[in-house]
């Protein structure tokens, strides 16, 4: 079913000069087997056209993916022209992203 | 051994004032520690300190001294911070207690180009400032997590190489270092527990570097394996996170509800890498700008012409332009009918800054029809670049000193 991708993935980002990180996690095992097929760099990308060279990491631990969206913010928080100069937001705009969620995880 | 109890009262340069009394007087801690520092702080503090030699430290972490220090050296809480800045031995002087402070961060004289160059230092100093009995420990620019681990080192006794203890600390600290945004603030799913007002954290860690993260009965928000998930997941790498300290491996962290918080344990560390992170502001020039309200129809077609006039009276150089289209056709309120183009001047001359808002509001009755902007104009200010670099760790001289 196609629903906001945060309707099953909670999300945090931030700022390391101009680089920004998103971190996103799920809160079942199945969800985590799902979204870690599913959240490829390539999809990231797709979900958030403004990104540019991405790294990404898998922590199953915290079933959660890490991912570092390089040079986002230019030269860092206090020269970024980009709208939302710190990436604050940027995990809960990829969360309001619309993703086919497979029925029995929602 | 009992756990030691390390609460946070700050998460970065102008968080809740009351903090610091609300953890010092919700229940039992043996250690305090804030966090006040972050790239951007550390410029505005530059600036602070290029205008007066004696300030570049966190002003607020002295109002709340002024306040709350009396009752700290009463319960016998130490306190732990990096509040000091640019200047941690000015601060330290201006407090009264047995304060020590850490020095040796300050690598200008490397970088002289730079109007802040700091590196980040570990948590060796703060343990023996703690060990020489200090009751208040005040750093420069110091790793966040270092506070907490600073502290349990020196009450542990454990060795450089403990990495596994160290690495658990280093979570902790992680956890620790951003305030409420473990407890329940700005976590995705607000809307399950009551986050009107968080209770800043604590961990109570345990002499294997494992810890519980909980918070002083009785506060708002929540500790659950989602809240403390969402800050383990805020500016981070790869999984294998440097530090001064310790490398730790966060693919290894294992996180367990409690009762009175999460449980966390399993943290696995290796040795830190040769070399000290160092963060490097430079000013880079003057910034300004300025928000057009288009309303209505022809929202293009305006942004061209507001767009075209601006670049005639101060040329394109160093303007970005952006056009939200915040607008929608037929809308029942004047501000969903409106689009917003926002324009930013980035230039090393602050007149060209200054000349930019004069030029934007001396279009007001020459432009679009329905022109406004969204603030009166300002002269501009300066901004920093922000860059990090890299030195060998024996070429930074770290040292503690007991006032």
């Known amino acids: 079913m196609k629903r906001p991708l945060g309707t099953i993935a909670g ?3 931030g700022d390391k000069g101009g680089d920004a990180n998103l971190g996103v996690w799920v809160r079942s095992d199945a969800a985590y087997e799902w979204l870690n097929g ?5 999809k990231l990308k797709e979900l958030l056209p403004e990104a540019g060279e991405v790294s990404r990491y898998e922590l199953p631990n915290l079933r959660a993916l890490n991912f570092v969206l390089h040079g986002l913010l230019g030269d860092g928080v206090a020269s970024s022209t980009r709208f939302d100069p710190q990436a604050k937001a940027l995990g809960e705009w990829l969360r309001s992203r619309e993703a086919e969620i497979p029925e029995e995880l929602l | 051994m009992t756990a030691l109890r390390i609460g946070n009262a700050s998460g970065f340069y102008g968080d809740r004032l009351s903090a610091m009394r609300e953890q010092l007087e919700g229940g039992e801690l043996d250690v305090l520690t804030g966090d006040y520092l972050a790239e951007l702080t550390m410029l505005i503090l530059g600036r602070d300190r290029m205008k007066d030699s004696s300030l570049g430290y966190a002003k607020t972490f002295m109002r709340q001294m002024e306040d709350c220090l009396a009752l700290a050296l009463d319960q016998g809480v130490k306190i732990v911070v990096n509040a000091g ?3 941690p031995e000015g601060l330290a002087r ?3 207690a047995k304060v020590g402070y850490v020095t040796g961060d300050d690598l200008r004289s490397r970088f002289p180009e730079a109007l802040t160059a700091n590196a980040y230092l570990g948590a060796w100093e703060i343990a023996e400032c703690l060990e020489q009995g200090a009751q208040v420990v005040v750093t420069g620019r110091v790793t966040d997590a270092s506070l907490v681990v600073g502290p349990a080192a020196a009450h542990f006794g454990w060795a450089r190489d403990d990495w596994d203890r160290l690495a658990g600390a280093t979570v902790a600290g992680h956890v620790l270092e951003c305030g409420t945004q473990a407890t329940g603030g700005n976590y995705s799913f607000f809307t399950e527990i009551d986050v009107t007002r968080p209770g800043f954290p604590i961990a109570e860690i345990d ?9 002083h009965e009785g506060t708002g928000g929540a500790v659950t394996v989602d809240t403390v998930t969402a800050q383990l997941l805020y500016e981070i790498g790869a999984p294998e996170y440097l530090g001064p300290d310790v490398t730790t491996h966060f693919d290894t962290i294992r996180l367990d509800e409690h009762p009175r918080g999460v449980r966390i344990s399993g943290t696995k560390g290796s040795p830190p890498p040769e070399t000290l992170k160092v963060c490097l502001n430079t000013l880079g020039g003057f910034r300004n700008s300025a928000t057009f309200v288009l309303t209505g129809l022809d929202v293009e077609e305006k942004a061209e012409l507001v767009k075209r006039q601006l670049v005639n009276a101060i040329g394109e150089d160093g303007l970005t332009w952006t056009l939200a289209r915040t607008d929608r056709p037929d809308a029942e309120t004047e501000e969903q009918a409106s689009a917003l183009l926002h324009v930013m001047i ?3 001359d602050p007149k060209r800054a200054k000349a930019f808002s004069r030029s934007g509001i001396e279009l007001a009755l020459a432009s679009y ?3 406004h902007v969204t603030a009166p104009p300002s002269d501009g200010t300066p901004f920093g670049v922000y860059r990090a670099a890299y030195v060998p760790r024996d070429e930074v001289q770290a040292k503690a000193v007991m006032l």
């Open chain 1, 11 to 13: 999300a945090r980002s």
């Open chain 1, 38 to 42: 599913f959240l490829t760099v390539e």
């Open chain 2, 85 to 87: 800045g640019l200047n």
């Open chain 2, 94 to 96: 201006k407090l009264d």
């Open chain 2, 207 to 215: 002499e294997d570097g494992s810890c519980l993260i909980t918070k």
């Open chain 2, 346 to 348: 980035k230039t090393t």
């Open chain 2, 369 to 371: 029809p329905g022109f």
